[in-house]
């Protein structure tokens, strides 16, 4: 079986992994497409500490093709969107509805896979970038066969994050002004969940110019080359502050275009031990630094909405699929994406 492996050392194809069979309560899916998504780059540069080896990937979609004892709500033959929540659905933090938070799904990589007989983890609970994956029932949600699959693939983490961040964390309302730093593929789902909330004003700033267009289409009501012009823009400061880059001047540049009330949602993934500063007399107008994790989501409800807001033509999802590529060509997708090529390259089997 075809799949990306990370060594510790460099990302590679490799055609020799193997995977279980699904357990009671796991799905195994055969992989049609999946999304190459930055935290998969920070897994290779070290950004994201992760075990070795590890199978990459964890933004996916495809079609079930076996089921463990227990599962009832998928069957083989569906399609469906891959989430990274392995969440146990149990402990308290699931009973409040708040599947991000669950322990049982942080920090426990499992390793489903193996490659000449020795263990191979599992990112994200997830590895998108292999021909088949066993997941937990809940990660696998139902979604329409007439939703192209690779359109699909980038729901399970980019929209989720991205639009969810809008709707379940900052709660975005009718009227408010949003900034949004930072277009790539989670910027652009910012920019067009605040769309769907009824933002007023949304603002996107990228140092490429060339994405200015695609931010536009996407919801963006202006677009600035630097963080330096916001406030010549929203002279007052903004609603909602999203910073999608993960650099700690930009998270500062966030805080500090906050009009009064206002709160800045962190998305991008700086290093791991990187420290940011704000003015603390800044904050006390009722401001807030927001921290946020997958777009607080709820995949089991999250996903069907967003599969009906794309049906309806409300929430865009070929657009955001720049390019495609064999699994073979991981390695031309990987560099476009770090350059920025693309808003999101996506790998299909």
């Known amino acids: 079986m075809r799949g990306v492996l990370f060594d510790g050392t460099r990302p590679q194809v490799v055609s020799d992994l193997e995977v279980r069979e699904p357990g009671p309560g796991e799905v195994q899916?055969?992989?049609?497409?999946?999304?190459?998504?930055?935290?998969?780059?920070?897994?290779?540069?070290?950004?994201?500490?992760?075990?070795?080896?590890?199978?990459?990937?964890?933004?996916?979609?495809?079609?079930?093709?076996?089921?463990?004892?227990?599962?009832?709500?998928?069957?083989?033959?569906?399609?469906?969107?891959?989430?990274?929540?392995a969440n146990c659905g149990a402990c308290a933090e699931c009973d409040r509805g708040r599947p991000t938070m669950c322990r049982q799904a942080i920090g426990r990589p499992g390793q489903p896979f193996t490659r000449a007989g020795r263990p191979v983890y599992q990112f994200a609970s997830n590895s998108a970038f292999a021909e088949r994956t066993v997941v937990k029932a809940v990660q696998a949600v139902r979604i329409p066969e007439d939703i192209p699959l690779p359109s699909a693939a980038l729901i399970g983490c980019g929209v989720l994050t991205g639009v969810g961040a809008v709707l379940n964390r900052a709660r975005v309302g009718q009227g408010e002004t949003v900034l949004v730093i930072g277009a790539g593929g989670i910027g652009l789902n910012v920019l067009q969940g605040a769309r769907i909330a009824g933002a007023?004003?949304?603002?996107?700033?990228?140092?490429?110019?060339?994405?200015?267009?695609?931010?536009?289409?996407?919801?963006?009501?202006?677009?600035?080359?630097?963080?330096?012009?916001?406030?010549?823009?929203?002279?007052?400061?903004?609603?909602?502050?999203?910073?999608?880059?993960?650099?700690?001047e930009l998270i500062r540049a966030a805080i500090d275009s906050l009009d009064r009330h206002g709160q800045a949602i962190l998305l991008g993934v700086p290093p791991a031990t990187a420290e940011a500063t704000f003015l603390v007399s800044s904050m006390y107008l009722d401001k807030s630094i927001l921290g946020c994790r997958y777009g607080s989501s709820r995949p089991q409800r999250d996903i069907a909405l967003y599969a009906r807001l794309y049906r309806e033509g409300r929430l865009l999802?070929?657009?955001?699929?720049?390019a495609t590529y064999p699994v073979?060509?991981?390695?031309?997708?990987?560099?476009?994406?770090?350059?920025?090529r693309v808003a999101r390259a996506v790998l299909t089997f």
Request: hydrophobic letters at 40%; one cysteine or more.
């Open 200 to 248: 007023s004003r949304i603002v996107a700033v990228d140092a490429d110019p060339d994405k200015e267009p695609t931010a536009r289409r996407f919801g963006a009501t202006e677009f600035l080359g630097s963080v330096d012009e916001v406030r010549d823009v929203l002279p007052a400061g903004a609603d909602h502050a999203f910073e999608c880059v993960g650099r700690v």
């Open 317 to 322: 999802l070929d657009e955001l699929v720049t």
């Open 328 to 340: 073979e060509d991981y390695g031309k997708a990987a560099a476009d994406a770090h350059a920025g």
């Open 29 to 85: 899916v055969a992989v049609s497409a999946a999304g190459l998504c930055h935290s998969d780059l920070s897994v290779v540069d070290g950004t994201i500490p992760f075990p070795c080896p590890v199978v990459l990937g964890h933004e996916g979609a495809g079609v079930v093709e076996a089921v463990g004892e227990g599962v009832t709500h998928v069957r083989p033959g569906d399609h469906v969107s891959l989430s990274t929540l």
